[in-house]
């Protein structure tokens, strides 16, 4: 856990977030500014700083992060969804913790960005 990251904060029950899943290496919540009519988060407990970050020994880790993410969105009625990863400040990453957008409910129009 990173003291100083939002998202360790979340992971940590220091502050509130509607959740969605949670188990020993994951957690699932809603965005607080959603994008879409189901927009949410998927994050691994363990602080990764995006995915220039990820190791070898965290493949098993992405992996559960993307089977967690298609669960809720099956769970919430969603079928049809956009899974976003931003690597860097310019990419529009705002949270240096590694984390997954779920996006759907909607139309969702290609090329995004």
Same mark, same amino acid.
């Given at each position: 856990?990173?003291?100083?990251?939002?998202?360790?904060?979340?992971?940590?029950?220091?502050?509130?977030?509607?959740?969605?899943?949670?188990?020993?290496?994951?957690?699932?919540?809603?965005?607080?500014?959603?994008?879409?009519?189901?927009?949410? @988060? %998927?994050?691994?407990?363990?602080?990764?700083? *995006?995915?220039?970050?990820?190791?070898?020994?965290?493949?098993? !880790?992405? #992996?559960?992060?993307?089977?967690?993410?298609?669960?809720?969105?099956?769970?919430?009625?969603?079928?049809?969804?956009? @899974? %976003?990863?931003?690597?860097?400040?310019?990419? *529009?990453?705002?949270?240096?913790?590694?984390?997954?957008?779920? !996006?759907? #409910?909607?139309?969702?129009?290609?090329?995004?960005?």
């Amino acid at each position: 856990m990173s003291t100083d990251c939002l998202f360790c904060k979340i992971a940590a029950g220091e502050i509130p977030a509607e959740k969605l899943y949670e188990d020993d290496e994951m957690l699932a919540f809603r965005d607080i500014a959603p994008q879409a009519p189901v927009h949410f @988060l %998927v994050i691994p407990k363990k602080h990764i700083q *995006g995915p220039a970050g990820v190791g070898m020994d965290d493949e098993a !880790l992405i #992996g559960k992060m993307m089977r967690t993410g298609s669960k809720v969105a099956k769970d919430n009625g969603v079928s049809d969804y956009r @899974l %976003v990863f931003n690597n860097g400040a310019g990419a *529009g990453q705002t949270v240096f913790h590694i984390h997954m957008h779920v !996006l759907g #409910g909607r139309s969702l129009n290609w090329p995004p960005g």
